[in-house]
């Protein structure tokens, strides 16, 4: 615990190192790009069209909300899985991307997922702001609970950031962590319901397990969250059991991330 009271205070000491620092980061990916940060946005708006298409239009999808469009419902869903899965992706490879911080002796090395967190949740925070204004193109008025996307989004962080304290710690020894993340993230967008709902189901004896293993997963609860925030106009203490399920769940991970991280950093510089 006085490890992560540390670090909780490094942060806080750091904070406008760590700002530049992600910034700087956000920055790197586009240099020598024509288009810059434009690509950024067009493939996930591209990934966007496709589902649509093919599960709206294509397998003519009954919307899963009456009175809801299904691109309507699609990107609350969808807007936080692209922020979680860039975020692990990016983040598994931290150390080995700044592995000449790595070997310096005075910098505390525990910063550099929190700086690649923060560069993906810049991309993030404007897609959210661009999915409020698709709600508004649809004709629907604002709602109070729109601005709960920011806790879901702090959620969300948290939950990434725990998962990156073990997966980057783990990929410097084992360089097949990064391939294995991907697979995963692949398998776990489908383990969701981002593109369908799991009503479809409720007609089939499998359905009451169905439920229960989907909300093991800890992304359920930010998924869902994102759709009863923007459409339902629901607050996260509705759902009390799923917010405690989450919030357990997610600490475990951070400490057991963070445990594993400390246990393998004196080793870092010698295998970078």
Not at 92 to 109: A, D, G, I, P
Not at 139 to 160: D, I
Request: with cysteine; proline share 4%; hydrophobic share 55%.
């Amino acid at each position: 615990m006085n490890y992560v009271i540390s670090l909780l205070k490094d942060v806080v000491a750091k904070r406008r190192l760590i700002a530049d620092l992600a910034k700087a980061d956000f920055r790197k990916r586009f240099v020598g790009s024509y288009f810059g940060v434009v690509w950024m946005f067009v493939q996930p708006m591209v990934t966007v069209a496709i589902y649509y298409f093919v599960f709206g239009i294509g397998f003519r999808n009954a919307n899963p909300i009456e009175g809801v469009p299904y691109v309507l419902w699609l990107v609350p869903g969808i807007v936080p899985w692209f922020y979680f899965s860039e975020a692990l992706n990016a983040g598994t490879n931290c150390l080995q991307e700044y592995s000449y911080l790595v070997k310096k002796v005075v910098f505390r090395v525990e910063i550099l997922p929190i700086i690649k967190i923060l560069s993906c949740l810049i991309v993030h925070l404007i897609f959210v702001v661009i999915m409020a204004g698709l709600c508004l193109c649809f004709g629907w008025a604002p709602r109070a609970t729109w601005v709960q996307a920011l806790y879901y989004t702090m959620a969300a962080t948290v939950y990434a950031l725990g998962m990156v304290y073990f997966t980057c710690a783990v990929q410097v020894f084992f360089k097949d962590m990064s391939q294995i993340v991907s697979i995963c993230l692949q398998f776990g967008m489908w383990l969701i319901p981002i593109m369908w709902q799991e009503e479809q189901f409720a007609d089939r004896a499998v359905y009451p397990l169905l439920s229960v293993i989907l909300k093991v997963n800890p992304m359920y609860y930010i998924v869902v969250g994102y759709r009863d925030s923007m459409l339902l106009g629901n607050w996260f203490w509705q759902r009390p059991t799923l917010t405690l399920y989450f919030w357990g769940v997610t600490v475990c991970m951070f400490l057991v991330g963070l445990k594993v991280f400390k246990r393998l950093r004196p080793h870092f510089s010698d295998v970078l």
